[in-house]
């Protein structure tokens, strides 16, 4: 009987497993070239997965209402507006669900939006499941981040607004967080151009990364919460005022968002504080996964 | 003696095989600032990685006939490290030269490896047929011998692997990797070639 029970136990472990997640119902779940990637619906949210089961988030939208966005760094993201207004030509690298370019398609109808993304079948998912769009002025590109932005230097390409968002939570493409790579993307960026890069907040990297953007660009701000959004400006840091006067002017546009300055602008702060001998990562020395490993 | 000279081969060949497998890995990352880590950057490394041994196979079996000396061995090892020599000192441009023409990554990155990285290891896969020669002494025990080569050889890939991957790129630059691997084969080629010409003298 005891035997019987445990039988039980286990059959019911098994099929609650296969199930995934009591009450999530699973839409697609495909080996891609890259990696694993689930899309289920979970509690009114949909969602993507890399891995299978115990992977973290890496796009969500909530069913009742597109628009809003979920997780806290897309919103610190947004923040890059504060820096500059009006960006008229946009790359994301990194696409996801696509919720960045999807936000900013609303926001600025007619600016050039180009995403970079390594993973023809999370372009696809994107696309079937979370309502994102590649027409008109949307391209996306199917190709390495860094081959993109080498390429597009070498064509002269400029833009006033570049979003890096091509780590998760385990894995970064290590080619894609090194001084050299940084200067490619300074390239590309227009005299007041800005760059927002969504990367980690807990880890030996962190000041690795701290003293690499530095070296590139000098000062720039950080909003911490889960993650770490590096946000800065070529030329130079925008003053306080400008900042939160451009935040007064987004207030109404980023409700649908669900965020707005009194989420962001207290989250603002100009990263400081790294050991001066901390070493620069570089195309010769670029260990982020170890580091990122080590806490 | 002939124990520490049989001692030697199989240095030589588990050194090889360490050489082969820690060039191949951090030729991954040589190649991404240019074409990127896709999958098949990786492709293109491989293969080339894999026609270069087979040459070198070949190439080695067939220079093992005539006149096999452990001198000769140390030529070989030395001349790997000679041809690698361009990987530190040209990689760069040279990659950024290949950037420019080739549009494809998928070619872009075939024929840089090609360039860089076919001479030094077809050079080194010709360690481990002209090391059998060597060791082998009768017939009946030659397939004995070929076997202890192979495992040596492939023993120090897997050494090479984890060493590089795990602790090398946290510690060193990839250049200072390269020129520490390449001092490693110059001093082991060297006292095979000294070694081996104190015993042709004899």
């Known amino acids: 009987m005891i035997r019987n029970k445990w039988v039980a136990a286990l059959v019911a472990g098994m099929l609650l497993g296969n199930a995934a997640w ?24 949909r969602c993507m997965k890399f891995g299978r089961t115990t992977g973290s988030r890496q796009s969500c939208i909530q069913l009742s209402d597109h628009d809003k966005l979920i997780f806290n760094y897309t919103k610190m993201m947004m923040a890059a507006l504060y820096l500059n207004p009006e960006p008229k030509h946009i790359l994301i690298v990194g696409l996801g669900g696509g919720t960045l370019p999807s936000a900013l398609r609303k926001l600025f109808p007619a600016s050039q939006i ?31 981040g860094r081959v993109f932005v080498k390429r597009a230097l070498k064509q002269k390409a400029k833009y006033d607004l570049v979003m890096l968002d091509a780590f998760d939570h385990e894995y970064i493409p290590e080619h894609m967080l090194t001084k050299e790579f940084l200067l490619e993307v300074r390239g ?24 690499t953007y530095y070296s590139v660009f000098g000062d720039f701000y950080r909003l911490n919460k889960n993650n770490r959004v590096i946000l800065l400006r070529k030329g ?11 935040a007064k002017k987004f207030e109404d546009r980023f409700r649908p968002l669900d965020t707005g300055k009194h989420e962001l602008l207290p989250l603002l702060a100009v990263e400081s504080g790294w050991p001066a001998d901390t070493k620069i990562l570089t195309d010769q020395y670029s260990p982020s996964n170890l580091l990122n490993a080590q806490r | 003696m002939e124990q520490f000279r049989k001692g030697l081969v199989f240095i030589l060949a588990g ?47 067939h220079l093992s006939v005539h006149a096999p000396s452990l001198r000769r061995l140390g030529y070989l090892m030395l001349g790997a490290a000679v041809a690698t020599l361009p990987v530190v000192f040209w990689g760069e441009p040279l990659l950024d030269r290949i950037f420019e023409f080739a549009h494809d990554p998928r070619y ?52 090479g692997t984890i060493c590089t991957s795990f602790y090398l790129v946290l510690w060193f630059e990839i250049n200072q990797i ?11 080629g060297l006292v095979a070639v000294l ?7 004899k």
Do not use: C
């Open chain 2, 178 to 188: 390269f020129i520490g691997m390449i001092a490693v084969s110059v001093l082991i």
């Open chain 1, 114 to 144: 180009d995403v970079v993304e390594i993973d023809p079948a999370v372009a696809e998912v994107a696309q079937r499941f979370f309502y994102f769009s590649s027409t008109g002025n949307t391209k996306v590109f199917e190709e390495d």
């Open chain 1, 22 to 45: 009591a009450g999530a119902t699973e839409l697609y779940n495909k080996k891609s070239l890259y990696r694993n990637i689930l899309v289920y619906e979970d509690d009114g949210l």
């Open chain 1, 236 to 246: 130079g840091l925008p003053a306080m005022s400008e900042i939160v006067g451009n």
């Open chain 2, 108 to 159: 872009g990155s075939l024929l840089a490896s090609s360039v860089l990285f076919f001479l030094p290891t077809a050079i080194s896969g010709t360690v481990s047929p002209y090391s059998i020669r060597l060791l082998v002494k009768q017939l009946h025990v030659s397939g004995k011998s070929a076997g202890s080569l192979y495992f040596v050889s492939t023993f120090g890939s897997a050494v």
């Open chain 1, 188 to 211: 590309l960026l227009t005299e007041k151009g800005v760059l927002a890069a969504n990367t980690f907040s807990s880890s030996r990297l962190y000041d690795y990364e701290s003293a």
């Open chain 2, 15 to 61: 050194w090889s095989g360490y050489f082969v497998m820690a060039i191949e890995l951090l030729s991954g990352r040589i190649l991404a600032p240019n074409f990127g880590s896709s999958i098949y950057v990786w492709g293109g490394v491989i293969t080339v990685f894999m026609l270069a041994l087979s040459v070198g196979y070949l190439l080695g079996g």
């Open chain 2, 195 to 201: 070694l081996g010409g104190l015993h042709d003298k």
